[in-house]
């Protein structure tokens, strides 16, 4: 393959563990959230800030995430097998889990977004080129509202693991893409949810981004033999902890008044 | 409860296009409406080139410097939320149309918060948008900060009233970012 002065070859999946290991040895133990400047992830090179993020209180404005409500986000929104066309191929199943705050608090009736790739490892997106089929009867997006408990559900088919460019073979491994909001605009996430037992976790430098295994493992699904329906969908439970709240639930109260 | 280890963030990815930006996600207030402005600009990488797969919420108070707690950001119905969401287009541009915020309380300049993604940043980023004016000399958090930092936060008006300001994520001219006492327990 032609290469230009400019184009290093791809690194083989050897070198990027090697320097997956060799940085998260560096990095102090106990940071749990995810490192910005990660070289294994090649796209983080440019875009990583280097300057010391600024620490300071929120002001109002950041006291308040969005609200959503049911004018937002239809029901049927969080079920990303319907279609009017037929099933979409693929192993059914229901994710489930409950999200509270740094404080264990529920948030409650707020928006959580999905999006995965199918069950071949294809997105409906147009700059997705790995050649492996589209799903007619699959779109792959969904949303829905948690709960009074702070609870979401969505039904949806697994995922397969797809190819990407950041080094030779490169796999990410199964996952759904998940946006989250707190009470707080200063608890927004983004993040994606795997699967348990998956060989590719330990390989993927997006994954493998966040430095402490107890950081990790939050992100990894169980599988939950309760949530399984019986001849229909297996079923996965997940977690989700956001940051913690700036604002009292006292605070809160008045707010909500 | 500190015992709970937070969920960390991961890349928005190349893939969100089809899923997390909407019709009506940039425009706050519709274009044309009274008092709207646009409030734009591009996302730079650390070696000069635009980023078009990023994406940017903002939240912010109205007019009066109220911030709305209501329902109605994603199917939008004339009710103003003070929230939105753009992505990046092919050259690295985002662009809202919205209302110019009034600051929350005395002592403090006007801005937009807001939230940053893109493929190749693993984790969300906060920074703030500040308005022109002359606020801004009094701000106890710009005031902080040196000048040529300062500068990274604060938009240019033009004679119609939009906004525009570039962000940065590496570099000599590098936004400043922003984190919250509580992102720290983590
Ligand atoms: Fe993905």
Known sequence: ?257 | MRDLVTTAGQTVGPFFHYALPYDGGPHLVPPGSAGAIRLAGTVYDGAGAPVPDAMLEIRQADAAGRVPVVEGSLRRDGVFTGWGRAATDAVGRYAFTTVAPAPTRPGVAAYFAVTLFARGLLDRLFTRIYLPGPELSDDPFLRSLPDDRRRTLVAERDVDGNLRLDLRLQGEQETVFLAFPRHRDR
């Open chain 1, 1 to 257: 393959m032609a290469m230009t002065a400019t184009t290093p070859p791809l690194a083989s999946q050897a070198s990027i563990s090697e320097e997956i290991e060799r940085i998260q040895h560096e990095t102090k133990p106990g940071q749990t959230s995810t490192r910005l400047d990660f070289s294994p992830y090649r796209s983080t090179l440019l875009r990583h800030p280097v300057k010391e993020l600024r620490t300071l209180d929120p002001e109002e404005v950041e006291l308040y995430a969005p609200v959503f409500g049911h004018s937002d986000v239809d029901p049927t929104e969080a079920d990303l097998t319907l279609h009017p066309g037929g099933e979409p191929i693929g192993e059914r199943m229901v994710v489930t889990g409950r999200v509270v705050d740094g404080d264990g608090r529920p948030v409650r009736r707020q928006l959580v977004e999905l999006w995965q790739a199918n069950a071949a490892g294809r997105y409906v997106h147009k700059r997705d080129d790995h050649p492996a089929p589209l799903d007619p009867h699959f779109h792959g997006a969904g949303r829905c509202l948690t709960d009074d408990d702070g609870w979401y559900r969505f039904t949806t088919i697994k995922p397969g693991p797809y190819p990407w460019r950041n080094h030779h073979n490169a796999w990410r491994p199964a996952h759904l893409h998940f946006s989250l909001f707190g009470r707080e605009f200063t608890q927004r996430l983004v993040t994606q949810m795997y699967f348990p037992g998956d060989p590719l976790l330990a390989l993927d430098p997006i994954y493998q981004a966040i430095t402490e295994q107890a950081a990790r493992d939050r992100l990894v699904a169980a599988y939950d033999h309760d949530t399984s329906q019986h001849e229909w969908a297996t079923g996965y439970r997940w977690d989700v902890v956001l940051t913690g709240a700036h604002a009292t639930p006292l605070e809160r109260e008045d707010s909500d008044a």
